[in-house]
Structure formats: structure tokens, C-alpha cells
């Protein structure tokens, strides 16, 4: 019974987490020094900015803005292993969003990043958990192409719906 009552908490706090920041957009970054440092978030924020207009804009352009939590809902460094930029850099490209090949691509640069400040085991680790968490489908702010609006799908497959009879 006791296990029980825990089990369900543990389930209801989750579920309101997800709750709470489904469909929406970070109003501010979480991590620091962004979250207090006005001159450095803008230079994350252009920093973002010119990482997806390098590539073309795969996903059209962002229309919500860049922020930054480094490792969503995971640590981002251990001992003297610091893996933060790794998650920078995939945020970079889960903001700008784009096809399932680009968030692939994204998520095995995160992998190969990730292992190289840890080793292989934790850079499989953490690419099977944004393969999962950050699906367009998961109504989660940090979700691939999370610099646009809840869409549910990759970019191909919306239009490919919106052009259907
Ligand atoms: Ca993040």
C-alpha cells in the first residue's frame, strides 16, 4: 500500500510537471550566467540565431526565442567531466527544429559530444533519452524544433498534411 501512495505521488508530480510546461516556451533561461546576465544571453540568443540561418533555416525560421536550460531535465556535469556545451550546441539545433534526418544527426552529435567528455556508455545513454524526450510529438518545451510553435510533427510531415485534399 505504502509503495503504492508513493508510486502515484511519484506519477502525479510528474505528470503535473509535464502539465505545466507542455506546449509552452521557456520565458526566460534557466541556466546560468544567462539567467542573471544580460550581454551574455544576448550572445547565446545571436549565437543561436546564426547557427540555424548558417544552415539554411531547415525547420523555416524560429519564431519564439532562443532559451537556454543546458541539459534539459539532466545534470550537465559530474567530477571534472562538463558536457554543457554539448547540450548548447544540441539546443542550438532543437530550437531551429528541421526534418527527422536533422534531428537524428543532431541527437548523434550529442552522442559523439557527450562521450567524448564521458565515455561511450553516457553519450549512448543520453542520446536514447532526447531520442525519447525530445520528440515533436512530446508537448515538452524542449522538444525538437521548440523554437516554433507546437506543431506535433516534423516540418515534411505538416505540410504534407496541409497540402493533402
Ligand atoms: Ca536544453
Same mark, same amino acid.
Given at each position: ?90 539546443? %542550438?539545433?532543437? /530550437?531551429?527544429? @528541421? ?5 537524428e544527426r543532431a541527437d548523434d552529435q550529442?552522442? &559523439?559530444?557527450? !562521450? ?9 545513454l543520453m542520446r536514447s533519452g532526447v ?9 515538452? %518545451?524542449?522538444? /525538437?524544433?521548440? @523554437? ?12 504534407? &498534411?496541409?497540402? !493533402?485534399?
Amino acid at each position: 500500500m505504502k509503495r503504492f501512495l508513493i508510486g502515484s505521488f511519484a506519477l502525479a508530480l510528474f505528470l503535473y510537471i509535464v502539465a505545466l510546461t507542455s506546449c509552452t516556451a521557456l520565458s526566460r533561461h534557466t541556466s546560468e550566467p544567462y539567467d542573471r546576465d544580460p550581454e551574455a544571453a544576448g550572445q547565446i540568443e545571436r549565437a543561436a540565431a546564426d547557427w540555424c540561418a548558417e544552415r539554411g533555416y531547415p525547420g523555416s525560421k524560429p519564431t519564439l526565442p532562443f532559451r537556454f536550460d543546458a541539459c534539459s531535465w539532466w545534470i550537465d556535469r559530474f567530477g571534472d567531466a562538463d558536457w554543457r556545451h554539448c547540450c548548447q550546441e544540441h539546443d %542550438y539545433a532543437y /530550437w531551429c527544429g @528541421g526534418s527527422a534526418e536533422d534531428r537524428e544527426r543532431a541527437d548523434d552529435q550529442l552522442a &559523439s559530444c557527450v !562521450a567524448s567528455e564521458t565515455n561511450l556508455v553516457y553519450g549512448w545513454l543520453m542520446r536514447s533519452g532526447v531520442r525519447v524526450g525530445g520528440h515533436p510529438a512530446v508537448p515538452l %518545451y524542449f522538444r /525538437w524544433g521548440f @523554437g516554433h510553435e507546437y506543431a506535433g510533427c516534423y516540418p515534411e510531415a505538416a505540410a504534407s &498534411s496541409q497540402s !493533402a485534399p
